[in-house]
């Protein structure tokens, strides 16, 4: 299938005998009415002409006005997109009704698909080293590319203090995801670790003894770590604290974190690069750090300590914060700022980053030199490598590369790389007791529900959890026919509640299955998660969401202290 960003989009079948080098994607017969969806474990039996993912561009339609489309067309993916022999007559065995079809999902059939990969953790209060002011979180991920590049992490920092938990969104495939969900939280662990901690995990390396445990992982099945790249991925690491030793005079200072994500976002952006750049022996392993590097990723990541909550994000993720009112009412607070078009100051940092002739092409139809959406992110080396570089790691490269169209092809007015960074902008947030929750969702989320509305469903429905408590009735006596009564309306108010058990699942069931009134609509909802795997990518995007959970006691009372 052609993926092709926008509200509306339309899907080509075709056959190929090729595999492309940054789609592990291949569409198969429809597999979402089985709640069993793992990524990157569904076969494929048919190929595509092309793929692209929203992030980037790679093709057109003909049915499709192209400024609905998030990238705009360029003539040099024209034979890399074009399907060779004429697709009419693959389609033949393929029909789509042009008429409704009135099958649909049973809401058990839905609750299996929106629950397959939800995940929920409850932090202990007491952690043997502070009260922890983050009650727990939870969180779920609904693909809709196959297999989904969407990634999430979650992790509990054992040699210093506070959580660490974030969202990553793939484009041209899911490998650079997949390496930054599992190696950015120790960058930033590292960079948190005072040094005398340093010397002992280097001591310890050296000396072959047990390491000391930097992260505690809280992970759904689902969720994998890359086995046959640890130790390539342990060495970068190591050298990175090895070049923190070496700075660090041993002074006792207090680290700063803003200064610690940003170099951490940093660091291992330029060790994905060197990686591709170096190769490996290995043959597997170096066509994976090349389709990482080739690949990219925004990331939206959150560390909270006690009553400091910091957000670094690269890309067009986004943390909202759930402030709860005095009159009970829900508000929202954006904790991050989109790395894209619509952001005036991302406009202007470009442009004052590269020449005055430039000015006109180096942000066109509101994406990266015609090309990329989010203006951050990781990986993207097409938009950092100089033309010589990208020449020749291609050329020496594996044939899957060397043969591949879109590595091959160079951006339009690329003249001063890099164009593209994975700096992240880091906020900060002094918690309070009436701030509530943190969302941390990749943007398709976003791309269909409000912020407002976000923190509006996600606080109804932890009020509903509330609800569920037994009603107290302080005393009084009451009929059979009043108790009767409160239970109904309880019930009225919270039937959702009772569907779910994590609110990201909730949200996403509103997100995919919301009508104009703000509800959800159960056929609505039976029919998109109906949709083929040829078919969803069209309606949306991946959804990924962690809803974090404040003990407002907690915060309350360090505020108390101090």
């Given at each position: 299938?052609?993926?092709?960003?926008?509200?509306?989009?339309?899907?080509?079948?075709?056959?190929?005998?090729?595999?492309s080098?940054?789609?592990?994607?291949?569409?198969?017969?429809?597999q979402?009415?089985?709640?069993?969806?793992?990524?990157?474990?569904?076969?494929r039996?048919?190929?595509?002409?092309?793929?692209?993912?929203?992030?980037?561009?790679?093709?057109?339609?003909?049915?499709?006005?192209?400024s609905?489309l998030?990238?705009?067309?360029?003539?040099?993916?024209?034979?890399?997109?074009?399907?060779?022999?004429?697709?009419?007559?693959?389609t033949?065995?393929?029909?789509?009704?042009?008429?409704?079809?009135?099958?649909?999902?049973?809401?058990p059939?839905?609750?299996?698909?929106?629950?397959?990969?939800?995940?929920?953790?409850?932090?202990?209060?007491?952690?043997?080293?502070?009260?922890?002011?983050?009650?727990?979180?939870?969180?779920?991920q609904?693909?809709?590319?196959?297999?989904?590049?969407d990634?999430?992490?979650?992790?509990?920092?054992?040699?210093?203090?506070?959580?660490?938990?974030?969202?990553?969104?793939?484009?041209?495939?899911?490998?650079?995801?997949?390496?930054?969900?599992?190696?950015?939280?120790y960058?930033?662990?590292?960079?948190?670790l005072?040094?005398?901690?340093?010397?002992e995990?280097?001591?310890?390396?050296?000396?072959?003894?047990?390491?000391l445990?930097?992260?505690?992982?809280?992970?759904?099945?689902?969720?994998?770590f890359?086995?046959?790249?640890?130790?390539?991925?342990?060495?970068?690491l190591?050298?990175?604290?090895?070049?923190?030793?070496?700075?660090?005079?041993g002074?006792t200072?207090?680290?700063?974190?803003?200064?610690?994500?940003i170099?951490?976002?940093?660091?291992?952006?330029?060790?994905?690069?060197?990686?591709?750049?170096?190769?490996?022996?290995?043959?597997?392993?170096?066509?994976?750090?090349?389709?990482?590097?080739f690949?990219?990723a925004?990331?939206?990541?959150?560390h909270?300590?006690?009553?400091?909550?910091?957000?670094?994000?690269?890309?067009?993720?986004?943390?909202?914060?759930?402030?709860?009112?005095?009159?009970?009412?829900?508000?929202?607070?954006?904790?991050?700022?989109?790395?894209?078009?619509?952001?005036?100051?991302?406009?202007?940092?470009?442009?004052?980053?590269h020449?005055?002739?430039?000015a006109?092409s180096?942000?066109?139809?509101?994406?990266?030199?015609?090309l990329?959406?989010?203006f951050?992110?990781?990986?993207?080396?097409?938009?950092?490598?100089?033309?010589d570089?990208?020449?020749?790691?291609?050329?020496?490269?594996?044939?899957?590369?060397?043969d591949?169209?879109?590595?091959?092809?160079?951006?339009?007015?690329?003249?001063?790389p890099?164009?593209l960074?994975?700096?992240?902008?880091?906020?900060?947030?002094?918690?309070?007791?009436?701030?509530?929750?943190?969302?941390?969702?990749?943007?398709g989320?976003?791309?269909?529900?409000?912020r407002?509305?976000?923190?509006?469903?996600?606080?109804e429905?932890?009020?509903?959890?509330?609800?569920?408590?037994?009603i107290?009735?302080?005393?009084?006596?009451?009929t059979?026919?009043?108790?009767?009564g409160?239970?109904?309306?309880?019930?009225?108010?919270?039937?959702?509640?009772?569907?779910?058990?994590?609110?990201?699942?909730?949200l996403?069931?509103?997100?995919?299955?919301?009508?104009?009134?703000g509800?959800v609509?159960?056929?609505?909802?039976?029919?998109?998660?109906?949709?083929?795997?040829?078919?969803a990518?069209?309606?949306?995007?991946?959804?990924?969401i962690?809803?974090?959970?404040?003990?407002?006691h907690?915060?309350?009372?360090?505020?108390?202290?101090?």
């Open positions: 299938m052609c993926v092709c960003p926008g509200p509306r989009r339309i899907g080509i079948p075709v056959r190929s005998s090729s595999l080098l940054l789609s592990d994607a291949m569409p198969a017969p429809t979402l009415f089985f709640p069993l969806i793992r990524n990157c474990e569904l076969s039996i048919y190929g595509t002409a092309c793929y692209c993912h929203h992030k980037h561009l790679c093709c057109s339609s003909p049915y499709i006005p192209q609905h998030r990238y705009a067309p360029h003539p040099a993916y024209a034979t890399f997109c074009r399907p060779k022999e004429n697709w009419w007559q693959y033949q065995g393929r029909r789509y009704a042009s008429t409704p079809q009135k099958f649909y999902l049973t809401p059939q839905v609750n299996s698909i929106l629950k397959a990969n939800e995940y929920s953790f409850k932090v202990p209060e007491f952690d043997g080293k502070n009260v922890s002011s983050v009650l727990g979180f939870d969180s779920n609904l693909p809709a590319n196959a297999p989904i590049e990634r999430r992490s979650a992790a509990t920092c054992l040699q210093t203090r506070g959580m660490l938990l974030g969202v990553f969104d793939g484009h041209a495939g899911c490998a650079c995801s997949q390496a930054v969900s599992e190696r950015l939280f960058y930033i662990a590292v960079s948190l005072p040094h005398e901690t340093l010397l995990i280097e001591n310890a390396v050296e000396s072959g003894r047990a390491l445990p930097i992260l505690q992982w809280h992970k759904h099945p689902n969720d994998y890359s086995k046959e790249a640890s130790k390539l991925y342990f060495n970068s190591r050298t990175y604290w090895q070049e923190l030793i070496d700075l660090n005079t002074e200072a207090d680290i700063d974190v803003k200064e610690a994500l170099n951490a976002f940093k660091r291992l952006d330029n060790d994905i690069s060197l990686e591709a750049q170096v190769g490996d022996p290995n043959s597997f392993l170096n066509y994976l750090v090349l389709r990482v590097a690949s990219g925004t990331a939206c990541v959150a909270v300590d006690g009553v400091n909550l910091h957000v670094a994000n690269t890309g067009d993720s986004r943390a909202m914060l759930g402030v709860q009112e005095e009159d009970g009412s829900w508000s929202a607070v954006t904790l991050s700022n989109d790395h894209n078009a619509q952001n005036e100051r991302e406009l202007e940092r470009l442009k004052l980053e020449p005055k002739n430039e006109k180096v942000v066109k139809q509101d994406r990266l030199l015609g990329l959406m989010p951050r992110a990781f990986g993207d080396v097409k938009f950092k490598w100089s033309i570089l990208q020449k020749r790691v291609i050329e020496s490269g594996p044939d899957q590369l060397n591949n169209e879109y590595t091959k092809f160079i951006p339009p007015n690329y003249h001063t890099p164009y960074t994975a700096e992240p902008e880091v906020t900060y947030h002094r918690l309070r007791p009436q701030d509530k929750f943190l969302v941390l969702a990749t943007d989320l976003w791309e269909t529900m409000h407002q509305d976000v923190v509006r469903i996600v606080g429905y932890l009020t509903g959890m509330h609800h569920q408590q037994p107290a009735v302080g005393g009084y006596k009451v059979l026919g009043q108790m009767h409160l239970l109904t309306e309880r019930r009225a108010k919270m039937s959702s509640v009772f569907e779910d058990q994590n609110a990201a699942t909730h996403i069931r509103h997100a995919v299955g919301n009508n104009e009134f509800s609509d159960h056929e609505r909802l039976s029919k998109m998660l109906s949709l083929p795997e040829e078919l990518r069209m309606y949306r995007d991946d959804i990924t962690i809803v974090v959970q404040f003990n407002s907690v915060v309350g009372a360090c505020q108390n202290q101090e």
